[in-house]
Antibody, heavy 117, light 108 residues
Framework: QVQLQESGPGLVKPSETLSLICNVSGGPILSYYWSWIRQPPGKGLEWIGYIYYTGSTSYTPSLKSRVTISADTSKNQFSLKLSSVTAADTAVYYC???????????WGQGTTVTVSS | EIVLTQSPGTLSLSPGERATLSCRASQTVNNDYLAWYQQKPGQAPRLLMYRPSSRATGIPDRFSGSGSGTNFTLTISRLEPEDSAVYSCQQYGSSLFTFGQGTRLEIK
């Protein structure tokens, strides 16, 4: 059974870079899309972007200039970097898996990131 | 990018009733690649439906999805107290995925 686990700092200073890792256990990264999604306090879900196992990426336009998603197949993990953060980037960050033609069927538990000095 | 608008914002129903949730897209969702998720407080979202009438693993048949093009519906029949949650739609028909803002379902 595939499980995802997010990890990273819970507190990031304004203007710095938020870095998170999603560790994939119980199955390979191959043949799936791996997404990052965030949810600000009291708000809805926002898709940030994905990396496909081939290495291709797609990012939401509003964050594209600040986001990088990469994968390390040898470690079976993928990561998120979001630069120049502000308080508006405070949210619960989730990683999730999807297959072509299907929804996101496996999610991490989420990790809370607060942007504050 | 495709904007998804969900209605109503909040729905309050009694156990045993049927809930009908709407998700409208700003443009055609390619291949009708639309999914529905359930999210309870403090939990990650759970995939309910995709494509949009295929049920995810372990989802009871009280949940059903329908629609095509720009209009999609999630129906929950015979509501149970455990169905109280926020329900979000998501399109994955383009390389830019998007979510709707969610519908809160309250069970009286």
């Amino acid at each position: 059974q595939v499980q995802l686990q997010e990890s990273g700092p819970g507190l990031v200073k304004p203007s710095e870079t938020l870095s998170l890792i999603c560790n994939v256990s119980g199955g390979p990264i191959l043949s799936y899309y791996w997404s990052w999604i965030r949810q600000p306090p009291g708000k809805g879900l926002e898709w940030i972007g994905y990396i496909y196992y081939t290495g291709s990426t797609s990012y939401t336009p509003s964050l594209k200039s600040r986001v990088t998603i990469s994968a390390d197949t040898s470690k079976n993990q993928f990561s998120l970097k979001l630069s120049s953060v502000t308080a508006a980037d405070t949210a619960v960050y989730y990683c999730a898996r999807s297959r072509y033609g299907s929804g996101m069927d496996v999610w991490g538990q989420g990790t809370t990131v607060t942007v504050s000095s | 990018e495709i904007v998804l608008t969900q209605s109503p914002g909040t729905l309050s129903l009694s156990p045993g009733e049927r809930a009908t949730l709407s998700c409208r897209a700003s443009q055609t969702v390619n291949n009708d690649y639309l999914a529905w998720y359930q999210q309870k407080p403090g939990q990650a979202p759970r995939l309910l439906m995709y494509r949009p009438s295929s049920r995810a693993t372990g989802i009871p048949d009280r949940f059903s999805g329908s629609g095509s093009g720009t209009n999609f519906t999630l129906t929950i029949s015979r509501l149970e107290p455990e169905d109280s949650a926020v329900y979000s739609c998501q399109q994955y028909g383009s390389s830019l995925f998007t979510f709707g803002q969610g519908t809160r379902l309250e069970i009286k």
